[in-house]
Nanobody, 124 residues
Framework: QMQLVESGGGLVPAGDSLRLSCAAS????????MGWFRQAPGKEREFVAA????????DYAESVKGRFAISRDNSKDTVDLHMNSVEPADTAIYYC?????????????????WGQGTHVTVSS
């Protein structure tokens, strides 16, 4: 399993932008599919975005499509989540996760490495 550390969370007004970053260590980063998930207060953890090993295929939850962008840098072992036009509904703890599954997946149980999460609060 890899060690994952998220950063970049904070308090932002609605409509603003925010970039979350996840630094990986303890594994060969380029062999992992990477994903972002989030958990809002009182709700279950949900899929946000995922990216294949070389970054050629992306997947987004409908709720963030067109506003968020996932990217990765295999030379730096990092994966970012660029959040634009944020809304109060985006308030959550955001988690970075890694899987060695063959194909992109949205299933939480498919991911075996997780970060501790970073808090994002969007004010209205």
């Amino acid at each position: 399993q890899m060690q994952l550390v998220e950063s970049g969370g904070g308090l932002v007004p609605a409509g603003d932008s925010l970039r979350l970053s996840c630094a990986a260590s303890g594994g060969t980063f380029s062999t992992y599919i990477m994903g972002w998930f989030r958990q809002a207060p009182g709700k279950e953890r949900e899929f946000v975005a995922a990216i294949t090993r070389r970054g050629f295929v992306l997947d987004y939850a409908e709720s963030v499509k067109g506003r968020f962008a996932i990217s990765r840098d295999n030379s730096k072992d990092t994966v970012d989540l660029h959040m634009n036009s944020v809304e109060p509904a985006d308030t959550a703890i955001y988690y970075c996760a890694a899987t060695r599954r063959e194909k992109l997946t949205r299933r939480i149980s498919d991911y075996d490495s997780w970060g501790q999460g970073t808090h994002v609060t969007v004010s209205s």
